[in-house]
């Protein structure tokens, strides 16, 4: 019986087959028709949706199925998950057997986990069950949730940032914030456009964003076009000024992620402090990031080893384990 855990993000979807690895990492962007029947099969998913996103011809749409982590459309996420399922589980006598875990965030409401196990079971997907994403993210980098030493764990994504701490089964206390990677993309955007007159669309911004983490020189060439004239234009953008605009934004999630502290028992400040949180997500990536963490909470972050697949990873290896289904799983 085929094995899959699903992280079903705001920004990527990842499909683990915890025989096989990842099977499946691309953005969560469908295509579709206009005027075409909302359960009919998409035009494109994924890659080649996402290359599209600001060019997409008259007579098409580009939707994204999840919005700050939860489903905004029912029919969207069925018949994007449906899509994933196919690529996925390539062979049709697979998919009515498979069990499936799906990451949600530690704080989506009962009618959001309900709303996605209701279009994993309108898109085939049998008896699908939900996991935390900082519980599927530290399993997928071997940590075991059933021992009596607390974990914390720093989920940043696309949608939402959340800090989760659990031991033995159960969850200590979490803190959840609906602002994260989107809206660093969102103000990288708008610096763009107020301040050098380039208007770039949502790709050019994310990989701004995602170069600062990496880039070496002090600034980058950005392509896009003058808001003035219209006309395509270039302009060289000191990546200095990136980091500056995301910083408040950074500042928001790091400052409602600490007040779990608060809620965070003494005994559990001692295994945290000799372990570490770990950090995971996307926008964990961001420079500097894991630096401001440590700087906030006064502990050592670890950042994981694979921030971008450990959440679909730890679902699928969850499956494996039904002390940890039973403990941390939602059906």
Not at 81 to 89: F, K, Q, T, W
Not at 252 to 266: F, G, M, N, R, Y
Request: charged share 25%; aromatic share 4%.
């Amino acid at each position: 019986m085929a094995q899959f855990g699903i992280d079903l993000g705001t920004a990527n979807t990842v499909v683990c087959n915890e025989s096989h690895g990842v099977v499946f990492d691309e953005p969560s962007v469908l295509l579709r028709r206009n005027g075409a029947k909302r359960r009919g099969r998409p035009v494109a998913i994924g890659q080649e949706a996402s290359e599209l996103l600001g060019r997409v011809p008259a007579g098409l749409s580009a939707l994204r199925p999840l919005q700050d982590g939860v489903i905004t459309d029912l029919d969207t996420a069925r018949t994007f998950l449906h899509a994933v399922v196919r690529r996925a589980a390539r062979h049709p006598w697979q998919r009515p057997y498979a069990r499936v875990a799906i990451g949600v965030p530690s704080g989506a409401t009962e009618l959001e986990r309900l709303a996605l196990l209701e279009a994993a079971d309108e898109a085939g997907i049998r008896g699908a069950i939900t996991v935390d994403e900082p519980i599927a993210g530290a399993v997928g980098c071997g940590v075991d949730p059933m021992e009596r030493r607390v974990h914390l764990v720093v989920d940043v994504g696309g949608g939402t940032a959340e800090v989760t701490a659990f031991c033995f089964g159960g969850v200590l206390t979490s803190r959840s914030c609906r602002v994260a990677g989107d809206e660093m993309t969102v103000a990288v955007y708008r610096y763009l456009r107020e301040h050098h007159h380039l208007v770039v669309g949502e790709h050019t911004a994310e990989d701004l964003k995602i170069r600062i983490g990496y880039e070496t020189e002090p600034s980058v060439v950005v392509p896009g076009r003058d808001a003035a004239s219209g006309h395509a234009r270039l302009a060289t953008v000191p990546l200095a000024e990136i980091v500056k605009v995301i910083e408040p934004i950074t500042e928001s999630i790091v400052e409602t992620l600490a007040a779990c502290l608060d809620d965070l028992p003494p005994e559990a400040s001692r295994d945290v402090l000799a372990d570490g949180m770990l950090l995971i997500g996307g926008a964990s990536l961001t420079r500097g990031f894991a630096e401001r963490l440590e700087r906030a909470f006064g502990f050592p972050v670890k950042l994981a080893e694979n921030p971008l697949t450990c959440v679909a990873e730890g679902a699928a290896s969850c499956l494996r384990n039904p002390s940890v289904t039973a403990a941390y799983g939602w059906n």
